[in-house]
């Protein structure tokens, strides 16, 4: 969406194994979100990177979860020893236009089975 | 931290029928975004309202902003088939690292 590509666009894992989602915003950008959406639910927040400061790590539920930007543009995801609780949709956002409005990724469907 | 409140979490609605939601924060917010998700898809940006009593117009779609600065909706006259969808109030939140939270949502689900 907009300049926003994620991949892979679908992940199958086995419980305990470790994954890397990866968001590339292609073009310009203010600021960069991840976020966590199971099924038939709402956006949760995971975390937040604006240019050089430092990001909000708020939302990672737990100490398996980390993400990192490199060169300020392309953002990884990782999720260490993956449980079946972590299976849901992880949209990347980025923060660009005349509104600071969000282009979402297609996002990444992850399975844990 | 700052949250927007979003009702109701779901609406079931008859083709033709009228549809509102509704966001409320604590505190005043400087602006407030819409976003509508198709299922299966993702998220994608509206409008967003600025202005103490914002009102906003896209075509039967119409966005109020309260006069507080504390509340928002999203109206949708006459409904149809293709708005489908869940909606998405989002706010920048004051001070701090001031990124942009999102309401729970409100599923619409249109009966033709």
């Known amino acids: 969406g907009a300049g926003v590509s994620q991949s892979p666009s679908n992940k199958v894992t086995e419980k305990g194994k470790d994954v890397e989602l990866r968001c590339d915003p292609i073009s310009g950008h203010t600021a960069l979100y991840w976020y966590r959406q199971s099924l038939g639910q709402g956006l949760e927040f995971l975390i937040y990177?604006?240019?050089?400061?430092?990001?909000?790590k708020s939302g990672l539920p737990s100490d398996r979860f980390s993400a990192e930007r490199t060169g300020g543009s392309v953002s990884t995801l990782t999720i260490q020893r993956t449980q079946q609780e972590d299976s849901a949709v992880y949209l990347c956002a980025k923060t660009s236009g005349a509104y600071n409005e969000q282009f979402f990724g297609p996002g990444t469907r992850l399975t844990v089975l | 931290g700052q949250q927007v409140m979003q009702i109701p979490q779901y609406q079931h609605v008859q083709e033709g029928e009228d549809f509102t939601t509704y966001c409320n924060s604590s505190?005043?917010?400087?602006?407030i975004q819409w976003y509508k998700q198709r299922p299966g898809g993702h998220p994608v940006f509206l409008i967003q309202l600025v202005k103490s009593g914002e009102v906003k117009k896209q075509k039967r779609l119409t966005f109020q902003f309260g006069e507080a600065k504390k509340n928002s909706s999203l109206h949708i006259t006459a409904t149809q088939t293709t708005d489908v969808g869940t909606y998405f109030c989002a706010a920048l939140t004051q001070g701090g690292s001031e990124k942009l939270v999102f309401g729970k949502g409100t599923k619409l689900t249109v009966n033709p």
């Open positions: 990177f604006q240019g050089n400061s430092a990001p909000d």
């Open positions: 505190t005043t917010l400087s602006n």
